[in-house]
């Protein structure tokens, strides 16, 4: 099968997220580096995407040089990864559907819900795809749990609690740290910090497990280091459109918490928990019976799952590997075959108005807030 072409833009040397989207995107031999504006300084970018092995003339200095040298070639790229800071994603995002390019865009997909709208509406005009790098959701195990919830195989869902709770931002002596900094900055971040960063990731897991949408919420915020405008760490309450109970923690001042994202989803007739940092296995009880431990790569697993986990079952896959699953998606969507599951505009406009529904009833001493974007109420 010809191999797709797939441009980055963001994602330069020593960025936090580059490397996994290029182990992700490479692992299955569905695309080749074709072409990148990888950093925003122009010559740092384009002589690391040489040194990537991208061709001279398709290393560019940046997004908008990307767009013109790849508007019109015949070989142009199949698939724009967006992997910027959050402040450029609907800029570029829709400057790439509007050329009718396909976009895997970085989450937050925008800064604001009116611009989340802006992009359905735009990914529905052009027919591209606009996919959402909630890259979790893609995990086998993760899979997995969704299928159990919709087979009915804890019952009807009661209720789902949730943690993206890390400490690498619990120093006061490094806030100051570029890398660290742009995320509490509003210039950059928009209006929330923690929970726009990763809040969003377990709020999004709720739903995709749970199968069902977050309709209102409650939350409290605080920065915990004063120097920060917003927010590092966050509580909420949720209930989705089924009536689920929410409950979710996230934190960038956990110290001793590493990766910290966990989940744990009830039923009528079992519980579900998935943690990232075991993400092989999901654990489970049946009302009345014992735990077990689901295992990625086992017999009898939901299909996506099995389809989803590629070696043997007890060698561990990883986060490089589910971002490569959200490709995987991709490319058969770019094919033709739309997978169940790949997270796209919808989701990441579901996300942006949680994140203002949150600031606003963070404002409010956590009063309750209608979470839904106004196009899906
Ligand atoms: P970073 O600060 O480590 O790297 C950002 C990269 O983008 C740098 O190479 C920088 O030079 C480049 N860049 C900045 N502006 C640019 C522009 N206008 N044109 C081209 N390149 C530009 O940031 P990090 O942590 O990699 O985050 C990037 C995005 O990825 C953020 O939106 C973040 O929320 C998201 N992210 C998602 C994760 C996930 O699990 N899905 C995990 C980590 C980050």
New binding site residues.
């Given amino acids: 099968m010809t191999k797709l072409k797939w441009g980055m ?10 490397p996994a989207h290029r182990l992700g995107a490479l692992a299955d031999g569905h695309f080749e580096f074709a072409a990148g ?5 122009p010559d740092a ?1 384009r002589d690391y995407a040489q040194r990537l092995g991208i061709a001279v003339d398709r290393a560019y200095g ?2 908008t040089e990307m767009l013109a040298g790849e508007r019109d070639r015949r070989d142009r790229v199949d698939l724009v990864t967006v ?4 402040a ?2 609907f800029e570029i995002t829709k400057a790439f559907l509007e050329a009718g390019f396909n976009v895997l865009c ?3 997909m925008t800064m604001t819900v009116e611009e989340g709208e802006e992009i359905v509406r735009v990914a529905e005009a052009t027919g591209k795809i606009c996919a959402v ?1 909630y ?1 979790y959701s893609a995990y086998p195990m993760v899979r997995q749990a969704r299928a159990m919830v919709r087979a009915g195989e804890i019952g009807k869902v009661r209720l789902v609690v949730t943690n993206f709770s890390h400490g690498h931002h619990g120093d006061a002596t490094d806030a100051d740290n570029p ?1 660290v900094r ?1 995320r509490y900055d509003p210039a950059m971040a928009g209006v929330s910090g923690q929970f726009a ?1 990763c809040g969003i ?1 377990a709020l999004h897991m709720a739903s995709f497990i749970c199968d069902d949408e977050v309709e209102k919420l409650a939350a409290d915020f605080a920065s915990t280091i004063p120097s920060r405008v917003l927010e590092d760490d966050a509580m909420l309450n949720f209930r989705m459109t089924g009536g689920t109970v929410g409950r979710l923690w996230t934190s960038s001042v956990a110290i001793g918490r590493q990766h910290g994202f966990d989940i744990q989803v009830f039923g009528e007739t079992g519980g579900l928990r998935w943690a990232s940092e075991q993400p092989n296995q999901l654990i489970y009880t049946p009302v009345g019976g014992r735990t077990q431990i689901i295992e990625k790569g086992e017999g009898g697993l939901h299909a996506d799952a099995q389809r989803l986990s590629r070696v043997s079952i007890a060698h561990p896959e990883g986060f490089p590997l589910a971002v490569a699953n959200i490709y995987c998606d991709l490319a058969d969507a770019i094919r033709g075959e739309v997978r169940d599951g790949l997270p796209g505009a919808a989701d990441g406009v579901r996300s942006m108005a949680a994140v203002h529904a949150a600031v606003t009833s963070a404002g409010k001493d956590g009063a309750w807030v209608d979470a839904r974007p106004p196009m899906f109420r």
């Avoid at 833009?9 to 580059?18: A, N, P, T, Y």
């Avoid at 992997?83 to 959050?86: D, G, H």
Wanted: glycine share 18%; hydrophobic share 20%.
């Fill in positions: 833009i963001g994602g330069g040397e020593g960025s936090q997220i580059g504006a990888l950093d925003h300084r970018g940046d997004w992997a910027t800071p959050n450029t994603h970085e989450k937050p790098n890259c890398r742009w960063d990731h």
